[in-house]
C-alpha cells in the first residue's frame, strides 16, 4: 500500500480539462512544499513534470499546473492531448526516516 | 547533458545478493547539490524509493529495506552501486537510478532508463 493516496485512473475526451488528486500526512504534503510529480509512459523511465507544488520544468506544457491544500496536492492538465496518455505519480519528501513516498499512480485515459 | 546508466544481472537466485551500478555521466557524484538515488517498480505497480546516497557517503534507507540494503559509491569511477542480500520474489522489479536534489530542488531530475532484475530459481 503506497503512502500517498491517488486515485487509480481519470479519463477525459481531448480538449477537456483533468485533475488528479493526492492525498497525504502532515508528515509528507503537509509538512513540505517539496510536492512532485512524473509522468511514465509504458516501458519508460518517470518523467519529473512538477516539482515543488507547482513549478514546470524547462520543456514541459504549461498546460500541466500544480497545487496543494493542507494534505492533498493536486495535478490539473488542461487541453488534454493524446500524448498525456500515461500513468501519473506524486511524490513527496518526508520528515520520517522513509525520506521520499510516492502515491500509486493514476493511469491517465484520453477518450 | 546528464545520463545515468544502470547495470547488473537481470537474473538474481532466491536468497543471494542482487548488485547493481549507476553510471553517472554528465555530472559529479562528488557534488554537495544532490542524492544519488535508487527507486524500483515492481511488475505493473507503483514506484518505491529504495535509498540514496550523499556526496559525503552519508546513507538513507527505505526503513522496509534497510537491514538488506547497502548503497555506496565510487567517486573516481563517478558511479554509485546497490546491493541487496538475501533476495526473494518479492525484489524482482525494474530498478531506476535517480538524482534527487537537496533544497529547494528536492524532486528526481534525471533518471536512468531502468533495468529489470527477476529473482528466480
Known amino acids: 500500500q503506497s503512502a500517498l493516496t491517488q486515485p487509480a485512473s481519470v479519463s477525459g475526451s481531448p480538449g477537456q480539462s483533468i485533475t488528479i488528486s493526492c492525498t497525504g500526512t502532515r508528515s509528507d504534503i503537509g509538512g513540505y512544499n517539496y510536492v512532485s510529480w512524473y509522468q511514465q509512459h509504458p516501458g519508460k523511465a518517470p518523467k519529473v513534470i512538477i516539482y515543488?507544488?507547482?513549478n514546470r520544468p524547462s520543456g514541459v506544457p504549461d498546460r500541466f499546473s500544480g497545487s496543494k491544500s493542507g494534505n492533498t496536492a493536486s495535478l490539473t492538465i488542461s487541453g488534454l492531448q493524446a500524448e498525456d496518455e500515461a500513468e501519473y505519480y506524486c511524490s513527496s519528501y518526508t520528515g520520517t526516516s522513509t525520506r521520499v513516498v510516492f502515491g500509486g499512480g493514476t493511469k491517465v485515459t484520453v477518450l | 547533458q546528464v545520463q545515468l546508466q544502470e547495470s547488473g544481472p537481470g537474473v538474481v537466485t532466491p536468497s543471494q545478493t542482487l548488485s547493481l551500478t549507476c553510471t553517472v555521466s554528465g555530472a559529479s557524484i562528488s557534488s554537495g547539490d544532490y542524492y544519488w538515488s535508487w527507486v524500483r517498480q515492481h511488475p505493473g505497480k507503483g514506484l518505491e524509493w529504495v535509498g540514496y546516497?550523499?556526496?559525503?557517503?552519508?546513507?538513507y534507507y527505505n526503513p522496509s529495506l534497510k537491514s538488506r540494503l547497502t548503497i555506496s559509491m565510487d567517486t573516481s569511477e563517478n558511479h554509485f552501486s546497490l546491493k541487496l542480500t538475501s533476495v526473494t520474489a518479492a525484489d524482482t522489479a525494474v530498478y531506476f537510478c535517480?538524482?534527487?536534489?537537496?533544497?529547494?530542488?528536492?524532486?528526481?531530475?534525471?533518471w536512468g532508463q531502468g533495468t529489470l532484475v527477476t529473482v528466480s530459481s
Open positions: 546516497i550523499f556526496h559525503t557517503g552519508t546513507t
Open positions: 515543488e507544488v507547482t
Open positions: 535517480a538524482r534527487f536534489g537537496v533544497p529547494p530542488r528536492r524532486h528526481f531530475d534525471y
